[in-house]
Every structure is written in C-alpha cells, then in structure tokens.
C-alpha cells in the first residue's frame, strides 16, 4: 500500500504512519522522489519535491531524517512513475522560409531554454546544415517572422493524460 502525500507534510507522515527515521531520495522528472518504508512495513510514503534531490534530502534532515539515495519500490502509482529519465521541454518555433512557405522547426532541452536560446539552437542548427545563408542571428529572427513555443513536463504529462481519458475517433 502507498500513502502519497505533498512533500511538506511527508516527513510528518513518515513518522507517523511509520515511525521513520529515514528516507529514499531520487531524481525524479518533477524534481526529486521521496520514499519511507521499512522491510516490514507492507506501507511506502511517497511524495515528489518539486526541486532537486540535494534540497530535499537538506530539507528532510532539518525535519529530523536521515536521508539516502534510492526509492523503495512503488509499481502501480501512476502519479511517480516516470516516462522518460529526465525533464523534457519540447521547443516548436513556427518561421516563414526563404520560399515564402510556413516552416517548423522542434527540438528537445533538458533544461527549460529561453526563447533567445531556443532561436540559437535553432540559428545554429539551419548555419550548420547550410540551409541557412550568412545572416547574423537578429536579421535571422526579424526575416523568418518566428513563433516560439515551449512545452514544459507538465504540459506534455497533461496532453497524453487528455488523449488517454478520451478515446480517438477513429471513424472519421
């Protein structure tokens, strides 16, 4: 059985639900998981800090636990499990091309890009190619008429979670 809770309350419930005196922590794509258990508890505690694992175990030890890297195993709750290794933010930027068509160009960060960084990337990749002429970066920007969106991890978690609670109408 899990207990999932909000990160502020799990040291509380860990102890007393459990009467913990440490926790498991792992990098998770929200920030970091957080397990209590014990090997004869048939309970876990779970919750997911919404920053990296060092703040968490930091915050974990100021409320009294001892903190370990590692997860005790929680299969079965959707919520925790993890997709893909690392956050992903999926960038799009919509441009008009030199031949006047609509172009798209995506790309993936771990790490949540600006959107000068993602028009960069993207400036650097097309000059790489060559599929870009010799223009610097700004006559770039204001000739293709960008549109720059960025997905973040919990956009795309709410996009799937939508396509999975209604079903395709594939007779159309």
């Not at 060092?54 to 903190?67: C, N, V």
């Not at 599929?131 to 610097?136: D, H, K, N, P, R």
Request: hydrophobic share 45%.
């Amino acid at each position: 059985m899990t207990l999932q809770v909000p990160f502020e309350q799990f040291a509380a419930a860990a102890k007393r639900v459990l009467g913990a005196r440490e926790a498991f922590v792992a990098r998770h794509p929200s920030g970091a998981l957080v397990t209590a258990s014990s090997s004869t508890a048939r309970t876990v505690v779970a919750a997911v800090a919404p920053f990296p694992p060092e703040e968490a175990r930091k915050r974990l030890k100021e409320a009294g636990l001892e903190t370990f890297e590692g997860v005790w195993s929680i299969e079965g709750l959707t919520e925790l499990e993890e997709e893909c290794p690392a956050e992903t933010y999926v960038v799009a930027i919509g441009y008009e091309s030199s031949d006047g068509k609509p172009g798209v160009w995506v790309d993936a960060f771990a790490e949540l890009p600006t959107q000068v960084q993602a028009l960069k990337a993207m400036y650097e990749e097309l000059r790489e190619t060559g599929e870009l002429s010799e223009v610097s970066f700004e006559e770039f920007v204001r000739l293709a008429n960008v549109n720059v969106v960025i997905v973040s991890p919990a956009q795309l978690r709410g996009f799937l979670s939508a396509k999975t609670a209604r079903p395709a109408n594939l007779a159309s």
